[in-house]
């Protein structure tokens, strides 16, 4: 327990306060970065809520034509993609998890600062690209999963899809760079003494949330590519007729798409066993099963994504495996749910609106979980999928899970975040407003699914039956609505008069409740030390519990830079802002723009931009990255730098981007309807390449060895031989397709020319960017820039390479040495 | 956490440039067997597993020595081997399913 | 756990299957003709019972909940401020054991039935004496061709208790065939040929929709499935086979029509025999016979077929068929022509 509490040492002034509409676009502080997102996600909330709401009363009765049908396919494929991608996952991921994983471990910012402003930027300007359908080609209209192969261009040739592919390729872009940044952050900066077992509940579904997307959205990354290529390329990945199969997208698809849905449930189910607790004042119940479980939800949900495709046969025996796995998901989704009951059980409960929303999810969710082992019994799923069964399932569990563990989340944190409170009666009202108009819209959905209603259907015939509970359903929207519109007016008020937050409002648990509401720029004064599970409330109470709370009580109240030591905050240092992640950002959408509106003038325009803003930021990297050798600023690091952790999380995510293009290539190689096949393959030449490439690897680990001992020159020289190689291998692979150019292949030629071309270039991509990188450690070496101190950047370089050559390995044996095995 | 911060930033424990140069000679030799057994028409039978248990090899040695996974701890294996072994999962899944699914697919052409 | 053992369920079982029942009444099949819980075949039947067992162990494992949540809530907790000082017990080590196992007990009970239903559904060879049934899904409407020659648009007809075989393809996009009386749905995805086999087991008619979404008039790609007795399959069959029925001299307005066909763009796209070879739209040898038109959005009247040959797009947007422009009384000569096609 700390020391007597004592005066501010200094005035503390909170990360919201100063820098003017500049120092918000340049900001990298992680929350406001969070707020940002908030905003963003809180508009495009508006944009998917009307939407759906022009879905209901399209409803309202039979062959209704308040909506057209292009209007209303438009509007349930934008409302799909904008609660998924632009309002759940930013406002689970963006908004609370960027405010709070630095908050709750005891650090002062996340890993990568910019390249978390960098993912908000790209996320808005997904956003914006997936609506510039408005001003232009239309909205998407195929769908939230947009299966192909009504997404090639002769089925939808205007620009809606176009718009779709590429803001989901940007959004998906931000998201792995957020997952990747929150990995790192949470791996190497927990505060000392923060055992994985000591983490908060919400950390733990963080954690996973982020290895999940680092493991998930590679898929979708490669299914858009190809339908890319299909629309503007002239491919053929989804063409019946080339021999190629739609349903090659699905499985890309739904392998991203059922991780998808615990990337947004997850999340959840860690605020709710962080609301749970509070307001029950008792610890979370069965903490190290709770973390496993969510575990082996993570791991389980990758096995599953056949379950959204029984449908489309698959086979009795692969229906089976998928009905086994998905089941088997059941059994960790229980125990939290029970868990989460007994957390509640003998508790002194505290009855506040963030209460009501966690017991509210909680019943709520049950419901969408226990429809889901509905689906996960393949035979019922046949009956039930594409109906409005499952349009009731997974509301209940995105909305009764997902948005009411993030109403939750609001009326819990807000007071940490803006330093007002939001009003408990008017707080009340939403709730149950929520409640009513959340059951009255979606549970009888379950009925006229049973009842045969299918979903995307604009249009429903009176004969069906089906007519008086959509009319009550779209009472319940209403009735939704009219709540979600006392959240907005709530959140307005608490803006601008609500009552002033204490720093611990709640009797809180977790470490953000020893900071003030709202927190300073640098977060804490000192680095606490963790003494168990339940930080705060250890250094409030102790050890003993209740012992403490009496004095608590007494209106003693520390908060914990007012306990620590009186440190000179003037000194801590935070990453400067930066104006590049906003630049990059609008280049990467310049060039969007620009392949869309087929204006490649526009495009080049855009790369010009990203690549001065990688060197800008580079610059502004180099200069911090000297000054970052401060044993704070990776505490639990292991002294593994946040650098490397970052990297390995990266090609981490780089395995499963090439595993989904080199089964592609396996699954297509022998099936094209004309032109040559693997046998065209040039062995000799690629053998000489392949050695080319080990040799690079180990030029590599030798320039590394030279530059750890200091050996200056020898760092030139093993670099230099490096970069030179993988030029070798480069022209090796130029000479390589030209030859298939003359030879008559080309990249439309056949199935097989399109799946070697895109997995072969893609890794010649790969290795061109660590040519140019290398290069730039290069002329760093030269200018006499690099040296010992920097080995670290030698030692990255070196894993990005030493990844593409065992990229190369696996390639060269199955696509080159295979060539004459069949393919699937 | 004071013995953290010492062997913060140690690369000390990275082997010298002689393993490299074997583990690059063993590399080559691998290759070789590789592009040998490809050549070789009384291997064919065997070319699959072969050729897989050979890649499989170089790829640990790069990933173990030259990526220094065998010296770095089990923190950044666990970050790549997890990913690995999923995306191992997806390749294997996705071939057994197109497997199935060739035989109800129409004829090519 | 059989598929077919519910009754072993006892108490539990038939009180939820009174609670269901009760839910769900009046909601008979001719209410509700797309409803999925009246089982008309053995492939729906089998569903049928599996969606039950389902059923109640969900509504048990509800129960739990629901009343462990109620207890912990409402009794087993005191409020804030109360004197009843908050317990701390973090964990129980029985309890865990018991939520894990409960839970996975009943999976099994649910798995052991749902992967015989799978592989008792999709028999990998037709069954003995299978009528197989080409089906075509186009964007936006079905094609049905028979073995014997027949073909159908939007309107299948099959035997009763006889076993189909649907050969289901797609010259364009993904569709979903789906005849919920009938049994679960079936992708038909282009490039390959999906099968769904079931034997229908009550005769009537089972109105069926595409159900994958597939473009601009994906509501409107309904379609009607009639399960004839074997008498009237026949019949059936023989009257598609026949060809047309002639037009009768004495019928002018029909004759008139029949010019109005044969000059119009319509033979472009549609079938009827001996008189026109389109084969993009439906054929139209035996239009008059069918109980609607436009993939099931109308019922065939003459009033109906005017409106839709005057503005196809009003009706189906998207759909490859122009508007006719006609005057009035050719365009009711057409209508009469295209009705008196038995």
């Known amino acids: 327990m700390a020391a007597q509490p004592k005066p501010l040492p200094v005035h503390q002034p909170s990360y919201l306060e100063g820098g003017g509409i500049v120092g918000w676009l340049t900001t990298i502080d992680h929350k406001r970065v969070a707020v940002m997102y908030l905003a963003s996600a809180l508009f495009f909330m508006a944009f998917g809520g009307l939407e759906a709401m022009a879905i209901r009363v399209q409803l309202w009765h039979p062959d209704n034509h308040a909506l057209s049908a292009a209007t209303y396919n438009a509007f349930f494929t934008m409302h799909g993609t904008t609660m998924i991608f632009l309002v759940v996952m930013p406002l689970l991921l963006g908004f609370l998890g960027n405010f709070l994983i630095p908050l709750q471990i005891g650090a002062r910012d996340v890993a990568f600062p910019r390249l978390n402003a960098l993912s908000f930027w790209l996320a808005l300007v997904a956003g914006i690209l997936l609506h510039l359908g408005w001003i232009r080609g239309g909205l998407p209209d195929a769908g939230w999963f947009g299966y192909a192969n009504l997404t090639e261009r002769y089925f939808t040739p205007g620009l809606a899809i176009d718009w779709w592919v590429v803001g989901l390729l940007v959004s998906g872009t931000s998201t792995v760079l957020t997952g990747l940044n929150f990995l790192t952050t949470i791996i190497a900066m927990r505060a000392p003494g923060m055992t994985y077992m000591r983490m908060p509940m919400f950390i733990w579904s963080l954690l996973v949330t982020s290895i999940l997307i680092l493991i998930a959205f590679p898929a979708l990354t490669i299914g858009l590519i190809f339908l890319l290529f299909d629309r503007f390329f002239d491919t053929h990945f989804y063409v019946a007729s080339a021999g190629a199969t739609p349903i090659l997208w699905q ?304 209106g003693q109240t520390p908060t914990l830079s007012q306990a620590a030591q009186p440190v000179d905050v003037e000194h801590i240092h935070m990453p400067a802002p930066s104006i590049f992640p906003l630049v990059m950002s609008l280049g990467v959408g310049t060039m969007g723009l620009g392949l869309i509106i087929d204006w490649y003038r526009i495009v080049i325009i855009g790369a010009v931009v990203v690549v001065l803003s990688i060197i800008g930021m580079g610059f502004e990297y180099a200069d911090f990255g000297q000054e970052s050798h401060d044993p704070e600023h990776a505490p639990s690091s ?54 080319i490439l080990l040799m690079s690897s180990l030029l590599m680990v030798l320039a590394l060895a030279a530059t750890q001992r200091g050996d200056k020159r020898w760092e030139r020289i093993w670099l230099g031989g490096t970069v030179l190689f993988g030029l070798i291998f480069l022209c090796g692979q130029v000479y390589e397709f030209t030859s298939f150019m003359h030879e008559g292949m080309g990249l439309t030629t056949n199935l097989f020319s399109q799946s070697f071309f895109v997995l072969v270039g893609f890794h010649g991509a790969h290795v061109a960017i660590g040519v140019l990188w290398l290069s730039v450690l290069l002329v760093a070496a030269m200018t006499g820039n690099l040296g010992k101190s920097r080995a670290l950047s030698v030692e990255l370089a070196g894993l990005y390479w030493h990844f593409v050559d065992v990229v190369w390995i696996i390639i060269f044996t199955l696509v080159y040495l295979m060539q004459a095995v069949p393919g699937a | 956490m004071s013995d953290i911060a010492d062997t913060h930033g140690g690369q000390v424990h990275h082997p010298g440039a002689a393993t490299y140069l074997i583990i690059a000679a063993f590399l080559v030799v691998l290759t070789a067997m590789e592009i040998t057994v490809f050549y070789v028409h009384a291997l064919r039978p065997v070319l699959v597993p072969v050729l897989i248990v050979l890649a499989a090899a170089k790829f640990a040695l790069v990933a173990m020595f030259y990526m220094h996974l065998k010296y770095d701890g089990w923190l950044l294996t666990g970050v790549f081997v997890f990913p690995l072994m999923m995306a191992g999962i997806l390749l294997l899944a996705l071939i057994l399913l197109f497997a199935y699914l060739s035989n109800h697919m129409a004829p090519i052409g | 756990m059989s598929g077919r053992g519910i009754n072993r369920y006892s108490i539990a079982s038939i009180t939820m299957r009174v609670a269901i029942a009760l839910t769900f009444a009046g909601c008979s099949s001719t209410d509700r003709p797309m409803t999925t819980v009246s089982p008309k075949s053995d492939l729906a039947n089998w569903i049928q019972s599996l969606y039950i067992d389902v059923t109640v162990w969900d509504a048990i494992i509800l129960a739990i909940v629901v009343t462990a949540f109620i207890l912990a809530v409402f009794v087993f907790s005191s409020r804030v401020g109360e004197a009843a000082p908050a317990a701390t017990a973090s964990s129980d080590l029985g309890l865990e054991i018991v939520w894990t196992l409960g839970p996975a007990l009943v999976l099994l009970m649910i798995s052991v039935p749902t992967i015989r239903t799978i592989f008792r559904s999709q028999p990998a060879v037709a069954p003995a004496g299978a009528l197989e049934i080409k089906v075509v899904a186009h964007q936006w409407w079905w094609e049905f061709d028979y073995p014997d020659g027949a073909k159908a648009s939007n309107e299948l007809h099959i035997p009763v208790n006889r076993p189909i075989r649907l050969l289901l393809e797609s010259p364009d996009v993904i569709h979903s065939f789906w005849v919920p009386q009938l049994g679960g749905k079936r992708d038909v995805v282009p490039g390959q040929i999906n099968e769904l086999t079931f034997v229908a087991t009550v005769p009537g008619m089972y109105p069926g929709q595409c159900a994958e979404f597939c473009g601009l008039s994906h509501a409107n790609m309904r379609f009607r499935t009639f399960v004839d007795s074997p008498d009237d399959f026949a019949k059936w069959d023989r009257e598609q086979l026949a060809g047309p029925v002639a037009t009768p001299a004495t019928d002018q307005l029909a004759s008139d029509g029949a010019k109005v066909f044969a000059d119009s763009p319509c033979t472009t796209c549609h079938m009827i025999q001996g008189v026109s070879k389109g084969y993009i739209g439906p054929d139209l ?58």
């Open chain 3, 285 to 342: 040898t035996h239009f008059g016979g069918r109980t609607t038109l436009a993939a099931g959005v109308l019922q065939n009247t003459p009033a109906n077929v005017a409106k839709w040959i005057e503005n196809p797009q009003e009706i189906k947007p998207g759909a490859n068929m122009p508007p006719l422009l006609l005057p009035g009384p050719k365009l009711n000569a057409l209508v009469a022509y295209l009705e008196s096609l038995k």
């Open chain 1, 638 to 691: 292991g002294g593994i730098d946040v650098r490397k952790i970052g990297i390995w999380s990266f090609i981490g995510s780089e395995c499963v981007f090439f595993a989904s293009l080199i089964s592609t290539f396996i699954v297509y190689k022998s099936r094209s309807v004309t032109g040559p096949g693997p046998e065209i393959l040039n062995i000799p030449l690629t053998s000489f390449s392949t050695f």
């Open chain 1, 251 to 554: 499985h890309l698809f739904w392998l991203f798409g059922h991780p998808e849905v615990y990337i947004m449930a997850l999340p959840a189910f860690g605020i709710i066993s962080e609301v749970i607790p509070t307001f029950s004042r008792k610890p979370l119940f069965g903490y190290p099963m709770m973390a496993y479980s969510i575990c082996l939800i993570a791991f389980l949900s990758y096995g599953v994504w056949g379950h959204h495709m029984f449908a489309t046969g698959m086979g009795p025996v692969a229906d089976s495996a998928f009905a086994i796995t998905s089941m088997l998901i059941a059994i960790p989704t229980g125990v939290k749910v029970f868990s989460w009951i007994a957390t509640v059980w003998g508790g002194s409960l505290r009855m506040t609106t963030a209460f009501y929303f966690a017991l509210g999810m909680i019943l709520e969710f049950t419901i969408g979980g226990l429809s889901g082992i509905m689906h996960a019994s393949a035979p019922i799923d046949l009956q039930q999928t594409d109906s409005y069964f499952v349009v009731a399932h997974f509301h209940y569990v995105l909305f009764g899970g997902a948005m009411f563990a993030i109403l939750s989340a609001f009326y819990y944190w807000w007071p940490k975040i803006t330093g007002r409170m939001l009003g408990e009666r008017i707080g009340k009202w939403h709730f149950w407003l929520t409640v009513v108009g959340f059951n009255v819209t979606f549970f009888p959905m379950h009925i006229v699914g049973m009842w045969g209603m299918p979903r995307r259907t604009y249009t429903y015939g009176a004969d069906m039956g089906w007519t008086h509970l959509n009319q009550l359903e779209t009472v319940g929207a209403f009735i939704l609505g009219i709540a979600f519109l006392l959240f907005y007016i709530n959140i307005f008020k608490s803006l601008i008069g609500g009552e002033r937050a204490p720093a611990d409002p709640w009797d809180g648990r977790s470490l953000e409740w020893s900071t003030p509401s709202p927190p300073p720029a640098y977060n804490f004064a000192t680095i606490p030390q963790i003494r168990g599970r339940d930080a705060w409330w250890i250094l409030k109470y102790g050890r003993a519990g209740s012992r403490g709370v009496a004095a608590y009580m007494s």
